[in-house]
């Protein structure tokens, strides 16, 4: 979700809504509508919830909300507990900061050890997963693509070590980026940015450059960090007090 164009303060605290009538996988919209309620603050961190109770707000049955959650507790969103409730995890900055600080040691270097490895089909399949990552219709699937897309570019150089590290680490990032870039809800204009970055990527592997694809992908990761650090602060302050400056100018 791009936190810059959805409106109005009011509007992003709209709260859960119905989900029966739109025309989509019904856990992909439960999934895209609870993330939506945990940006806008309507599910703050911390805040508890009963499956009987998001049931009746969403206007579906309890085994797509089930599903749904389970999919935001392996993501990180959420915490189950065996009495039927959840309680929204706490999104930390200081949690993200260590992730990307991290990514930004291991991928730079293990992308520009690769780049001179990748055969033509490596190419070719990079380009493939940056069309499935962000061609429509938009779908879940999307983000399973882009965490492909930046295993195969690191891939030729990766030990099991290395893998063993960084796909944690892409997880823990992405339950930050589908707060951000919620694939369901992205507008047109943010998911071509999102591809035309990813391109140049492409672009610099295909160079078999590896000074110019470390410093593309180290450029694409701080811009990332930046980019949710500052949606977590306009959450914040979506979940402060009405006194807030930032809610009482109806900035978004």
Known sequence: MDTKDNGGTAD??????????????????????????????????GQAFTVP?????????????????????????????????????????DDLQSVYRLRMRLEPELAARAVGAHSDEDLAELARLIRASFSPPAEEQHFDNHRQFHEQLILPAASNWDLRVLRPLWYASERYTRLV?????????????????????????????????????????????????????????????EDSPLRASGAS
């Not at 029966?20 to 999934?31: E, F, G, I, N, P």
């Not at 797509?64 to 507990?81: D, F, I, K, N, T």
């Not at 701080?222 to 306009?234: D, P």
């Open 12 to 45: 992003r605290r709209r709260g859960v809504q119905p989900v029966a009538a739109r025309k989509m996988s019904t856990v992909d919209l439960v999934l895209h509508e609870i993330r939506h309620s945990i940006l806008t603050g309507a599910l703050p961190p």
């Open 53 to 93: 109770a998001l049931t009746e707000q969403l206007g579906i049955s309890h085994v797509p909300v089930r599903e749904a959650l389970r999919q935001l507790e392996a993501q990180g969103l959420v915490v189950l507990s065996p009495s039927r409730s959840a309680i929204v995890t706490p999104l930390d900055p």
């Open 181 to 241: 870039f919620d694939p369901i809800d992205v507008p047109e204009e943010t998911a071509a940015v999102r591809q035309r970055a990813h391109e140049r990527l492409l672009v610099a592997a295909r160079t078999r450059d590896p000074h110019r694809l470390h410093d593309e992908l180290s450029r694409h990761l701080e811009a990332n960090l930046a980019e949710v650090l500052e949606a977590l602060e306009v959450a914040s302050a979506l979940a402060r007090p």
